[in-house]
């Protein structure tokens, strides 16, 4: 009985210690992350273009984990560290990365070019979803070890250039899991609904805090489980799969936000779900 115990209790060890204080992986290119080592002694903030950035230890060391812009280009960029009112700057550079390109027939004409009513509807809803992928709670011991959130194929890539009705929008800012209607959608890793709602082109949504400028965000819904304020669990039910919003058929669009930079989710799934994603030296 003492040996199963002990077993199971190492078994724990091993599990949670999996997911606390390991790092993402170090993807320096427009729309991944830059990892970057900050010295043994924690700092009072970091910053990149003038947002906050998260700060993590891994073993004695501490690490600022960068969300990078999709609109970024490659070359030189710098994080301001502060440490006892001093400053100094740490450069890292930025790898080139492109993108394919996807042409996508929308029925609803509407949901391409919406009607002059529809735009105050938009520019609001674009307020509150930008407020939330801007939030930043204190947290430690983040994890960057993401289940997947819904089980189906992966229909849309991150970071394509797309084209809706002939007409260019914006790159994808997330993944697309196709799935059918009702499928459950679980949370990913554990933290707190800060916002859901229905909106103009994202349906019914809901984004979970991961602390930090950590942030989620799940699409398309076709029902909400979870209301804001509550706190979630890593295989937390959140809702289920739908097609509300701009969509061509049932799926999860999965965004992940860090430091208000929308950025590859694969990166923080388990390394088979990492197939693509290589640098040039790799």
Avoid at 31 to 49: C, M, N, Q, W, Y
Avoid at 82 to 111: A, D, P, S
Avoid at 130 to 149: N, R, V
Wanted: with cysteine.
């Amino acid at each position: 009985m003492i040996k199963r115990l002990t077993l199971t209790l190492l078994v724990l060890f091993i599990v949670t210690t999996s997911y606390a204080g390991s790092l993402p992986r170090h993807y320096p290119v427009p729309g991944g992350i830059a990892v970057i080592e900050l010295g043994s002694h924690r700092p009072d903030k970091v910053t990149f273009k003038k947002r906050k950035v998260l700060v993590t230890q891994s073993g004695k060391k501490w690490h600022a984990v960068v969300g990078i812009p999709l609109s970024s280009k490659a070359g030189k960029y710098k994080l301001i560290v502060t440490r006892q009112k001093q400053q100094k700057q740490i450069k890292f550079n930025v790898i080139k990365k492109q993108y394919q390109t996807q042409h996508l027939e929308i029925k609803n004409k509407r949901k391409v070019n919406p009607y002059a009513k529809d735009m105050d509807r938009i520019i609001k809803e674009k307020k509150i979803i930008g407020a939330a992928l801007k939030a930043w709670t204190e947290a430690h011991d983040i994890s960057f070890t993401f289940d997947l959130p819904v089980e189906g194929r992966f229909s849309s890539p991150f970071g394509l250039r797309r084209f809706f009705n002939g007409q260019a929008r914006r790159p994808h800012s997330g993944l697309d899991i196709a799935a059918p209607e009702g499928t459950p959608i679980l949370a990913p890793a554990e933290g707190t609904i800060i916002n859901t709602g229905d909106y103009f082109f994202n349906g019914n949504t809901v984004f979970i805090d991961h602390g930090q400028g950590l942030i989620t965000m799940y699409c398309h819904l076709n029902r909400i489980s979870v209301k804001a304020g509550d706190t979630v669990k890593r295989g937390d039910s959140i809702g289920e799969v739908g097609m509300t919003g701009r969509v061509t058929g049932p799926h999860l669009h999965w965004s992940v936000s860090l430091n208000n930079a929308r950025i590859e989710p694969k990166l923080f799934l388990a390394k088979k779900y990492q197939n693509g994603l290589q640098l040039k030296h790799e």
